[in-house]
């Protein structure tokens, strides 16, 4: 079985992906939790990059990698979470996730099997992912959504404001 | 020679089942609230690479402009859930959400 350069790229980024998603999973200590995230994200980032998408994989790696996982870097630290910390779980409990997690994915995969084949049209065009092409499906056909975004993003922010301050009466 | 060529869409979909499975995996197994947020990002992400393949196959932007908006929604989401969580930790003393159990009765 001759496997060709992308081939190869595709299942190394593969295994990255899942090893690092389950070392999230079973890690105990939150940090490394955190720290083995990051590295599930650059491989997603990298699946982008051979699916030609190169601007999503530009912001996947900036807003991911850069801003969400520095804050739960910063939560994690500023809550001084370590393995002493961390809750326990129930036996039973971990015994119910797995087991139920692991039924969980034959059923996805087999419906993936059992859907009827999706005709695909040829790709002609691989320029879909640059940002001149994006950028004028952005602001044309989605203008009305990105200016929604914006709402989303002030109420986010009063909101974590408001809920991050300490209370008046708490500090009075 | 790109992958959408050569890669059929298929192994995709089946790596971004396997992500979305252990993301729910973990919402099920660990009772730590910040991993929990985590691996709701996971299962994100699992739906963005399903979206780009197809996306990607189909030579149709509009997936693509999608998961841009899911990364906004998204770093909304974690900027309140955290400040939730710093609240609860601030009030309980743990981020164990098992503590959270008086929503039940």
Excluded at chain 1, 23 to 42: A, E, G, Q
């Amino acid at each position: 079985m001759n496997l060709t350069l992308t081939e190869i790229l595709f299942f190394v980024l593969s295994a990255i992906t899942i090893i690092s998603g389950a070392l999230v999973i079973f890690s105990r200590n939150p940090v490394y939790s955190v720290l083995y995230l990051i590295v599930t994200f650059f491989a997603i980032a990298g699946h982008y990059i051979l699916l030609n998408a190169q601007f999503l994989a530009a912001v996947h790696v900036i807003v991911y990698a850069g801003a969400i996982m520095v804050l739960f870097l910063f939560v994690i630290m500023m809550l001084n979470l370590n393995e002493t910390t961390e809750p326990k779980t129930a036996l039973w409990s971990k015994f119910a996730a797995v087991i139920a997690g692991l039924t969980f994915l034959p059923l996805l995969v087999g419906a993936l099997k059992t859907s009827e084949a999706v005709v695909m049209t040829q790709p002609q065009n691989s320029d879909i992912g640059l940002v001149k092409t994006l950028g004028q499906v952005l602001f044309t056909d989605y203008l009305v959504p990105f200016e929604l975004s914006s709402v989303l993003f002030l109420s986010a922010m009063v909101g974590a404001v408001l809920l991050g301050k300490k209370s008046t009466e708490e500090t009075n | 020679m790109s992958a959408i060529q050569i890669i059929p869409i298929e192994w995709y979909l089946t790596l971004s089942a396997i992500l979305f499975g252990m993301g729910a995996l973990g919402v099920m197994y660990r009772k730590n609230a910040i991993i929990l947020l985590m691996c709701i990002e996971m299962m994100l992400n699992a739906v963005n690479l399903s979206l780009v393949a197809f996306s990607a196959h189909h030579s149709d932007p509009g997936a693509q402009v999608f998961v841009f908006f899911i990364m906004a929604v998204a770093a909304a989401e974690v900027a309140v859930g955290l400040a939730i969580l710093i609240m609860l930790y601030r009030n309980t003393g743990t981020t164990d959400v098992e503590v959270l159990n008086r929503m039940k009765w």
